[in-house]
């Protein structure tokens, strides 16, 4: 296919995304799309915290340097240096995210990523793949998976086949289906003294105008007992992958793969500058009960609500809460915590109750507000959709009105929001007086999100103000 070709494949399916999105998004989107540009739009809202808290699961956070420039360790657990010298055992994760730029010398020239491990023992340590994925920004090759950047619209619901636009999207995605890649084994037995790949990963950039790719990997593991874990890359000759002694040879030179991004000291002042993330983080998932306070269930009057999703440092929107995962170890001149969460579940249910004497109706949304203006009993909007991305992945939702008026199942649905960008509904909640509704939502916070979001609980105007008698 040649390249006016692919253009014109592209363009023909943006314009059949957007109208899949028509189909399937709630009605009131066009009319938010046709809201005037450039309109600040302020939102009385109830910011509060989010209840709940990370669990105590590590997860090794790769994304220091996210554009890779050499060869070498990216990073490692082990206990010779450069390494953090962590043994992890059980329960435990790994988030890495690379891009690959290419060789100057070079069109067609490929970086491997690779995964290995060692048992920090004397006996053998069995790894099982929990959940987990891996995705290209752009396939080389037949088979391997991939998901560019298409221009989707702000929502569509997916309908049996999934939605992603780029890998962190479609990586989030398959954890919250429960879908694993193809390139990824189910488990791994490890000899004692022995450095296993675990996963070998090619960013390909043969044939790609401009030459770049990035890849999205994600992997929840069980572990039979205490390993440590090292990222490393390599380049290599095309499609042939590099052979394990590589990689030893990689890990026990010791020589890391450049950094980027000095971060802001913690606690100075000016300018904030978080870097990317080279340790082991605590915490992969934040479940939490919404409820208000001193209750058991969320009055739905006192809507509209909302809380935070991965408030940080300079981002809390007034509440205080700092949800950014601490580091237990990290590499010099790296972010010394995980501003954004990336790769962080969050899994809320909001236990509904109408404790009024009217029929009431109440909406979800996400949104990106702007978090410099925000807080203090309002959300400011800026009214554009022409700002950049700040959020692009999958969200689920259940517990939302179906035909009948019954409770739906798990829906998804993907969202691209910019910057000030009120979210459209996800769907709507209509509880009688007295009636109780438990609404859960599930999102992986994805690579190439920016932070803060807000998760909303609005109040959909009624037709009518007629009691209702109590059941």
Request: glycine content about 10%.
């Given at each position: 296919m040649t390249r006016l070709n692919s253009l014109q494949a592209l363009a023909a399916l943006t314009v059949a995304t957007a109208s899949i999105a028509t189909m399937f998004s709630p009605p009131q989107l066009a009319a938010e799309?046709?809201?005037?540009?450039?309109?600040?739009?302020?939102?009385?809202?109830?910011?509060?915290a989010l209840p709940g808290q990370l669990d105590d699961v590590l997860m090794v956070n790769d994304n220091n340097p996210e554009l890779i420039t050499g060869e070498g360790i990216l990073v490692s657990t082990f206990p010779q240096a450069p390494g953090l010298n962590i043994a992890l055992n059980g329960r435990f994760d790994l988030f890495s995210h690379h891009v690959y730029a290419g060789q100057p010398d070079q069109l067609d020239s490929t970086l491997w990523l690779a995964v290995v491990a060692q048992p920090a023992g004397d006996a053998p340590v069995t790894l099982r793949l929990l959940g987990g994925s891996t995705s290209l920004s752009q396939a080389t090759l037949k088979g391997q998976t991939a998901s560019p950047f298409l221009p989707l619209p702000t929502l569509m619901a997916?309908?049996?086949?999934?939605?992603?636009?780029?890998?962190?999207?479609?990586?989030?995605?398959?954890?919250?289906?429960?879908?694993?890649?193809?390139?990824?084994?189910?488990?791994?037995?490890?000899?004692?003294?022995?450095?296993?790949?675990?996963?070998?990963?090619?960013?390909?950039?043969?044939?790609?105008?401009?030459?770049?790719?990035?890849?999205?990997?994600?992997?929840?593991?069980q572990s039979s007992g205490p390993v440590h874990i090292a990222t490393l890359a390599a380049y290599g000759n095309g499609d042939k992958v590099p052979d394990p002694e590589r990689w030893i040879r990689l890990l026990n030179q010791g020589r890391q793969s450049p950094k980027e991004h000095q971060p802001t000291p913690r606690g100075a002042s000016g300018r904030m500058v978080y870097s990317r993330v080279s340790g082991v983080q605590i915490g992969s998932t934040w479940r939490a009960t919404l409820t208000d306070p001193g209750s058991s269930h969320l009055n739905i009057e006192d809507a509209p609500v909302s809380w935070p999703i991965s408030s940080l440092e300079r981002g809390e929107l007034q509440t205080g809460q700092i949800q950014t995962a601490e580091l237990k170890a990290?590499?010099?001149?790296?972010?010394?915590?995980?501003?954004?969460?990336y790769g962080v579940e969050y899994d809320l249910t909001l236990p509904l109750r109408n404790q009024g004497s009217q029929q009431r109706t109440v909406a979800i949304t996400l949104d990106s507000p702007d978090k410099n203006s925000s807080g203090n009993g309002q959300l400011v909007f800026n009214g554009s959709d022409s700002g950049p991305v700040m959020f692009r992945g999958p969200i689920e939702v259940s517990g939302l009105d179906a035909q009948g008026g019954r409770p739906s199942g798990r829906r998804r649905f993907h969202l691209v929001l910019r910057r000030g960008q009120e979210g459209p509904q996800l769907g709507q909640i209509t509880l009688a007086p007295g009636e109780t509704r438990s609404v859960r939502v599930r999102l992986v916070y994805p690579a190439d999100a920016t932070p803060p979001q807000v998760l909303s609980l609005r109040p959909v105007k009624q037709s009518t103000e007629a009691p209702v008698d109590r059941p």
């Open positions: 799309q046709q809201k005037p540009a450039d309109q600040t739009l302020t939102r009385r809202s109830d910011v509060r997916e309908s049996g086949t999934a939605v992603a636009s780029g890998p962190g999207s479609k990586v989030a995605g398959d954890l919250l289906r429960g879908d694993i890649a193809n390139e990824l084994q189910q488990e791994w037995l490890i000899a004692p003294g022995n450095i296993s790949p675990l996963v070998v990963l090619p960013i390909p950039v043969a044939g790609l105008d401009p030459l770049l790719n990035g890849r999205n990997l994600q992997l929840r593991l990290f590499d010099a001149g790296t972010a010394w915590a995980a501003h954004g969460n």
